[in-house]
């Protein structure tokens, strides 16, 4: 396990290093409880106290993915993402994976799920708990990663940082503006066949 965590600070140091000097990140734990160990800040330093942190055998990311949610909401800045790096077990969290899905859906964030279920075990995969982070990955427009460690997942925190700095906004008004709460599913094509798009896969008009 402090393997796992020695590359999963390693990671991290890469996507901050990676933002641009406008954006600001937030660092959370989620274990026995959904805790934020560093502020929202433009510095590219992980804070000591990230350094201690131990696993305890429990997970809560269900509820982590609904904290960031809400924590976001009151944020003013346009763009908004959750980065969850995890093996995608949940022990604990009260909320559901619908429910954190919803809550980051609600408030326009992309969550990008990096999947580290391969690093202490390789060539064994959690399938279940594996689909979960790729769940929430796609139905909010953001990206899965499964990665074995080492470069790789330092990689990956590069490639997630350089493509949160070229995003575009799409914006509609759907001609059916009843607020049912039903989901409205979205499709968004593009003509450039290297071109790959991804985007959330819909939205609710919430009940009157």
Request: aromatic share 6%; glycine share 8%.
């Amino acid at each position: 396990m402090e393997s796992r965590f020695s590359l999963a600070r390693s990671a991290a140091i890469r996507f901050l290093d990676g933002l641009r000097d406008e954006d600001v990140a937030a660092v959370y734990r989620f274990d026995s409880k959904v805790e934020r160990v560093q502020q929202f800040s433009g510095g590219r330093d992980l804070a000591p106290m990230v350094y201690t942190i131990r696993a305890k055998g429990m997970t809560t990311l269900n509820d982590a993915v609904v904290e960031a949610s809400n924590v976001l909401a009151t944020r003013t800045e346009a763009r908004k993402a959750i980065i969850i790096l995890s093996d995608g077990m949940d022990t604990s969290s009260k909320a559901s994976a619908s429910k954190a899905v919803e809550s980051a859906l609600t408030i326009g964030a992309s969550i990008y799920a990096v999947d580290m279920s391969a690093i202490e075990t390789p060539g064994v995969a959690n399938r279940q708990s594996a689909a979960s982070l790729k769940g929430f990955a796609e139905k909010t427009g953001g990206r899965f990663v499964a990665t074995p460690g080492g470069p790789a997942l330092r990689d990956a925190f590069t490639g997630i940082a350089e493509e949160l700095g070229q995003q575009y906004t799409i914006s509609f008004r759907p001609e059916n503006q009843t607020r049912d709460g039903k989901w409205r599913t979205l499709e968004v094509k593009v003509n450039r066949e290297d071109a790959a798009v991804r985007t959330r896969k819909g939205y609710r008009l919430g009940k009157n």
